[in-house]
């Protein structure tokens, strides 16, 4: 079996369809991810993207009664220890920290993705899970405008989940170079505003530099400018989550990007904490 580790989230570790355990830093242990864009589709293409062959597009049907026994199956393993039998997991982390929605692409893409969330609501239940397992749905937000994806929120917040709301630049130049997507900051305010009203809601924010190992200075006060606009529309966040490069990207652009410094990333979110938000950084 393969070592479980932060620097490899194959989506077949598990030789599953839908599901996947990963060691998030994140989550600060193990994830079970579950992937709804299996063919690699995705409306935005990240330049930092660990997925290979990634493509534009919507994910292929989803299978609901596969992905429910898979789920099923491997939390099963992982109550049991089974899992940790077959994986090496220190001892400090065999224990399961969140049900993340992630996988290869927007999973709100997805037209199943409200059943979705319903039905993991219904497997944990069934299982007894602990509560203190989170449920996480990270997003780009571009599908909040929609009636389902706006269902499914609502049943997300109300099994106690959260969203992690991907903000990597806050400047339309900024986000074409990054997201490759033309996206105007008031766009992403309305879609954050409409995430927020619907399920608690977390700026989940990638940090690293093009070509050298530093920050654009005048994209980073765009940055911290718009935590102070979001404050200003009364927009709530439960807090922000910076992270660097950790596994190397997929992209063509993967030559230009460098990591940052831990120290760098630390400072970074000291001046976020100074906004008065709540920071969570991983490196």
């Given amino acids: 079996?393969?070592?479980?580790?932060?620097?490899?989230?194959?989506?077949?570790?598990?030789?599953?369809?839908?599901?996947?355990?990963?060691?998030?830093?994140?989550?600060?242990?193990?994830?079970?991810?579950?992937?709804?864009?299996?063919?690699?589709?995705?409306?935005?293409?990240?330049?930092?993207?660990?997925?290979?062959?990634?493509?534009?597009?919507?994910?292929?049907?989803?299978?609901?009664?596969?992905?429910?026994?898979?789920?099923?199956?491997?939390?099963?393993?992982?109550?049991?220890?089974?899992?940790?039998?077959?994986?090496?997991?220190?001892?400090?982390?065999?224990?399961?920290?969140?049900?993340?929605?992630?996988?290869?692409?927007?999973?709100?893409?997805?037209?199943?993705?409200?059943?979705?969330?319903?039905?993991?609501?219904?497997?944990?239940?069934?299982?007894?899970?602990?509560?203190?397992?989170?449920?996480?749905?990270?997003?780009?937000?571009?599908?909040?405008?929609?009636?389902?994806?706006?269902h499914g929120l609502s049943e997300l917040a109300r099994q106690g989940g959260d969203v992690w709301f991907k903000l990597d630049s806050a400047t339309p130049q900024g986000i074409r170079r990054i997201n490759q997507v033309h996206l105007t900051v008031d766009t992403l305010l309305r879609r954050l505003d409409g995430v927020t009203r619907l399920c608690g809601t977390y700026l989940q924010t990638c940090l690293f530099g093009f070509d050298d190992d530093r920050v654009n200075e005048a994209e980073w006060q765009a940055y911290l400018d718009f935590l102070d606009e979001l404050r200003h529309r009364d927009i709530p966040l439960k807090g922000v989550l910076l992270y660097g490069l950790a596994r190397p990207s997929q992209q063509p652009e993967a030559i230009h990007l460098r990591r940052l410094s831990p120290p760098l990333i630390e400072s970074l979110a000291d001046a976020v904490r100074a906004r008065g938000y709540t920071v969570s950084a991983a490196w």
């Fill in 1 to 150: 079996m393969p070592e479980l580790t932060t620097t490899d989230h194959r989506r077949d570790s598990a030789n599953l369809q839908y599901v996947y355990p990963v060691m998030s830093r994140r989550a600060g242990g193990l994830s079970i991810g579950i992937n709804l864009n299996t063919n690699n589709a995705c409306n935005w293409r990240c330049v930092y993207c660990q997925v290979p062959g990634l493509v534009r597009g919507r994910p292929q049907p989803v299978n609901r009664v596969l992905l429910r026994d898979e789920l099923t199956g491997l939390l099963r393993d992982c109550l049991d220890g089974s899992f940790f039998e077959r994986y090496p997991v220190e001892p400090a982390q065999r224990v399961i920290r969140d049900i993340a929605l992630s996988g290869n692409g927007e999973p709100t893409l997805a037209p199943e993705f409200a059943a979705v969330i319903t039905d993991i609501g219904q497997v944990t239940a069934a299982l007894g899970l602990p509560a203190s397992v989170r449920r996480v749905l990270i997003t780009n937000g571009s599908g909040v405008g929609r009636t389902a994806v706006r």
